[in-house]
């Protein structure tokens, strides 16, 4: 089965769950009085949102390059990572506002009924289930915005670990504040994990690299074939899963083009070798001790040594 497809697939588990869970939990709140396991169904919304976008972005994905984008369009992965961290992140403040109205108020609260205990339960098992299988997945096809989704869902297994005992605590100490408490925890709990998301997707979208072991690989591949030396201008970027690889590579001035291509060629043999998911390589090939002092951009082998420091 293609990667795109495997999205498809657990896109459509993730849904079908969490739409169940939001039902249970939203009438279970409405009905029991506990705005805590309304709290834990807006959530259980908020994922089935979020897997939408999953799905609408795998299939963008799956759409071959073209003149427009000669890169294909494996980035839609990022972009779809971003906009869930925006509707996470939105649903965590609407859920605090309206939170922080209920307090301000000073409404007449109710002690939740035992009817929402029961409901907590079938939701943490449903979001165990939900969250490993996404991270198995995610892990397999290496996909953030699949990985992203499934860390939401395991905190949602936390926040609704919180529900409960916020909701043991208030039923056997007739104290319907402390549910409301824990409603607005939850918000901002949710607005942190939307903000986090938000950061860490960053790197890709910024063309940088958060494994920089990647680096390693790289200036082993090129000593590893003979005739290239003192690999330079080294850059990697992902787009999508996948890793886009250019660098500079000196050999002998005095071999013939097809030498110096064959070298480089088994330069790009050897990083296909040690790394996996290669998008593209571009092998540039310069005479030895040939300076440029204008040549800005790329890691030498020296600033990765000295990071190590």
Known sequence: MKR??????VSWWAITGNALL?????????I??????????????????????????????ARPPNIKFPYGYKKADI????????????????????????????????????????????SIAGKIFLSLMLFKTGKNVESTMLIANARNMRNDILLSLSVLAS???????????????????ISLFIMYEGFRIFMKSNIDLMDGIDN???????????????????PHRVRARKIGHFYMINLDIE???????????DIAKNVENSIKSNLRNIYDIMVHVEPMGNLEENE?????????????K
């Open 212 to 230: 920089t072991e990647v680096y390693d690989h790289l200036f082993e591949s090129v000593h590893s074939v003979k005739g290239a030396h003192n």
């Open 251 to 261: 050999v002998d001035p005095d071999l013939s083009v097809k030498e110096a291509h």
């Open 32 to 61: 029991s009085g506990s705005f805590a396991v309304i709290a834990d169904g807006i959530d259980s919304v908020l994922d089935i949102v979020s897997s939408v976008v999953v799905l609408v972005a795998a299939r963008i994905i």
């Open 4 to 9: 795109e497809q495997k999205i498809i697939r």
């Open 79 to 122: 972009i779809a990572t971003k906009v869930l961290s925006f509707i996470i992140f939105f649903a965590g403040a609407q859920l605090a506002y309206s939170t922080v109205q209920i307090f301000i108020r000073g409404s007449t609260m109710e002690t939740p009924g035992r009817l929402a205990i029961w409901v907590t339960l079938i």
């Open 296 to 308: 800005k951009y790329g890691i030498t082998e020296t600033e990765i040594q000295q990071q190590k």
């Open 167 to 185: 909701l043991l605590f208030t039923i056997i100490l007739k104290e319907p504040m402390i549910d409301r408490i824990i409603a607005f925890l």
């Open 22 to 30: 939001a039902i249970l939990k939203l009438g279970a709140g409405i």
